[in-house]
């Protein structure tokens, strides 16, 4: 053989190959589909990248596949960044994954994040805005695909907790071009022509970003914003994050969580309404007892026990109080017949009756006029003379100014 300048042990040649591999494909980015895609209790996720020409295998360590926005499968287009690397101990060379995006999921993200950014600033996400929602809504609108796993799952929950709640569905489609015209037509209607809605619920169940994609579009974000009724925006899962539910009153992580949230729980109900109950039983026999300690107090006293004892002290009172009234009222009565009697005298006195039975008269002239003087009556004037008893008719012969 000719002269060697270094041999190397196979770990050795694999570790260095590792190196160059590292250094030369570090943060590389790889489109391929996925295959033989499997997660392992561990949290780690192992499969194959390939395409028409060729495939690489691929790991994603738990920490990474945690942050994943979709559920990978098999036959799926990926967009993958990450780096090229060997394992040793099999010789073998891999891509360690850092980040996973469905094929042009990259290119959605960076449009999610401009609108984001854009209503943001308008004020569309304000919390102060945020309106909370009818503790006990009568009428509740749904706006959802007719056939999706959403209405059934929406259904079934408001029916085990109230089945007697009113719910007005307004189909439209969740996916594809046509959807967010749908949808917000769908909120618009709802506004307009059922004012007496009480609360919406806007969403679909899970799907790829894509699937998605209705629910982060800028007139979806609009009609919810403009939506007088609140809105819950129920899309997807919970790791799923739309533009709706940004702009909505309320977000729920799922279809089903939006109906338990708009509906408190029929037995928490019920067990608030036995807890008044029982509040309100506790608070009538305290009182009733009160009253019957008062009863029982009242009846041990003593005018109570004999009331005839008692009423004879009033009657006797009574006796003594109308004698001494009776008494009052003849003295009364006595001293006012006095007083009578003396003010009638003086009448009398004065009275020009009384002068008249004193011998003296009173002339009076035809209209009833009293004469005073000589002056007051004329020759030939029939005149009246009133007297004592009775009067007479005179006719005057002549006027003299003296006697």
């Not at 503790?135 to 929950?157: C, E, F, N, Y």
Request: hydrophobic share 40%.
């Amino acid at each position: 053989m000719d002269t060697i300048d270094k041999i190397y042990t196979v770990t050795e040649l694999n570790n260095r190959a590792k190196l160059m591999l590292e250094n030369e494909f570090k943060g590389i980015v790889l489109d391929g589909e996925l295959s033989n895609f499997k997660k392992y209790s561990s949290g780690h996720c192992y499969f194959s990248l390939k395409d028409a020409g060729g495939q690489i295998s691929g790991v994603m360590y738990r920490f990474k596949a945690a942050l994943l926005k979709f559920v990978p499968k098999d036959g799926l287009k990926v967009r993958v960044k990450g780096t090229v690397t060997l394992y040793p101990v099999r010789g073998s060379y891999q891509i360690l994954v850092d980040e996973m995006y469905e094929k042009g999921v990259g290119e959605l993200q960076k449009k999610f994040e401009e609108l984001k950014k854009k209503l943001e600033k308008e004020g569309l996400f304000d919390k102060l805005r945020k309106r909370p929602l009818p503790s006990m809504p009568q009428k509740i609108g749904v706006i959802t695909s007719p056939t999706g796993a959403a209405i059934r799952d929406i259904l079934t929950v408001l029916k085990r907790r109230f089945s007697n709640v009113h719910v007005l569905i307004n189909p439209v489609r969740v996916q594809g071009a046509q959807a967010p015209r749908e949808i917000a037509t769908a909120i618009e209607e709802m506004n307009s022509h059922f004012p007496d809605i009480d609360v919406l619920i806007v969403g679909r169940g899970g799907g790829s970003l894509e699937d998605l994609w209705a629910f982060n579009e800028e007139i979806v974000a609009r009609a919810i914003f403009a939506s007088k009724i609140p809105v819950i925006s129920a899309v997807g899962h919970e790791v799923d994050w739309m533009i709706s539910d940004f702009t909505a009153d309320v977000r729920a992580a799922t279809p089903s969580v939006a109906a338990e949230i708009v509906l408190g729980r029929k037995e928490e109900l019920v067990k608030s309404v036995d807890g008044a109950a029982e509040r309100l039983r506790n608070a009538l026999n305290k009182k009733l007892s009160g009253i019957d300690d008062r009863l029982a107090a009242a009846l041990r006293r003593p005018y109570l026990r004999e009331p005839a004892l008692f009423m004879s002290r009033f009657v006797q009172g009574f006796d003594i109080a109308l004698e001494g009234f009776l008494t009052a009222k003849g003295r009364m009565f006595e001293d006012c017949g006095e007083k009578i009697k003396t003010l009638s005298g003086r009448l009398n006195i004065l009275s020009p009756l009384s002068t008249l039975a004193r011998g003296y008269a009173i002339a009076e002239k035809a209209g009833g006029r009293v004469i005073k003087t000589f002056s007051d009556a004329e020759p030939g004037e029939r005149i009246t003379v009133r007297l004592g008893a009775g009067a007479l008719g005179c006719e005057v012969l002549e006027t003299k100014e003296k006697i």
